[in-house]
């Protein structure tokens, strides 16, 4: 797809691999997508179920984004989060979204992480570690997540 469509130049995006797997670029186990937001899975989760919600326009950070598209961006977010916590039988959810190298933002395009968390994953009070889990097994976790946000209220569902 054209980088232009989403108001950004192909400068601007260069080398950011959210904005290669908004183009179809790079594969990625997608959730959920409309006309400006996209969710996939997180390639080196903390937990099963970690999940990335993004505007597909290209913005380092929060900070960059009109107010306007911040609010959709975290409707989806809560939406998603239901449908992690239920597809993922989790405990609890983490919702982080990190602004800059000093926050530890990693990839340079604004992006929320969903962490499903579970009463005894981190026993010392620290993260549980990332890993690297293939593309099978994100599409699978994928997949229950999609059903499940099929089956919340549809009052709760995003509108584009």
């Known amino acids: 797809m054209d980088p232009h469509f989403y108001g950004v130049s192909p400068r601007e995006t260069e ?38 919600v993004l505007p597909k326009t290209h913005y380092e950070t929060l900070f960059e984004m009109p107010v306007e598209d911040v609010g959709p961006l975290f409707t989806k977010v809560v939406y998603l989060a239901a449908a992690v916590r239920e597809a993922m039988k989790a405990d609890g959810i983490n919702i982080g979204q ?4 000093a926050a530890h933002q990693i990839v340079p395009h604004v992006h929320v992480h969903i962490i499903p968390r579970y009463q005894n994953d981190s026993p010392e009070g620290r993260w549980p570690s990332r890993r690297p889990a293939s593309l099978e097994e994100l599409e699978a976790a994928a997949g229950r997540i ?8 549809t009052s709760s569902a995003p509108r584009e």
């Open 146 to 153: 999609r059903t499940s946000a099929e089956a919340l209220p």
């Open 15 to 52: 080398g950011c691999i959210f904005c290669e797997i908004v183009r179809g670029e790079e594969k990625a186990a997608v959730v959920y997508e409309d006309v400006s937001f996209v969710a996939f899975m997180d390639r080196n989760p903390i937990n099963e179920g970690h999940l990335l």
């Open 98 to 101: 990190n602004n800059g190298r």
